[in-house]
């Protein structure tokens, strides 16, 4: 079965950094696209970033724009997600989210990770 674990996930201090992982295991064919969404307490799950996992390419929601990078490693079928100067306000569960093509199969899939907590407090 595919499964995404995500880890990482961790209790840091205004400004300071964390590296979150993604990765995806189980028999695939081809993973398109991953994504990063995060949701605090009491809000709506949020969009942060997705790559193109052929292309590399990102993209950002404008409240992390500058500030995470999100990437991958083919060879590994993991996915990245660097978020540096981290605020308050990012504090969140955060999931990644990837569609994949199963092995031998046409089949389109959407995967979720259960989440890893990140925490930002003095």
């Known amino acids: 079965q595919v499964q995404l674990v995500e880890s990482g996930g961790d209790l840091v201090q205004p400004g300071g950094s964390l590296r979150l992982s993604c990765d995806v295991s189980g028999t695939i064919a081809r993973i398109t696209v991953m994504r990063w969404y995060r949701q605090a307490p009491g809000s709506e799950r949020e969009y942060v970033a997705q790559?193109?996992?052929?292309?590399?390419?990102?993209y950002y929601a404008n409240s992390v724009e500058g500030r995470f990078t999100i990437s991958r490693d083919n060879f590994k079928n993991t996915g990245y997600l660097q978020m540096n100067n981290l605020q308050p306000d990012d504090t969140a569960v955060y999931y990644c989210n990837a569609d994949i093509y199963n092995h031998g199969s046409d089949r389109l899939t959407e995967y979720w990770g259960q989440g890893t907590q990140v925490t930002v407090s003095s």
């Open positions: 790559i193109f996992w052929s292309t590399e390419r990102p």
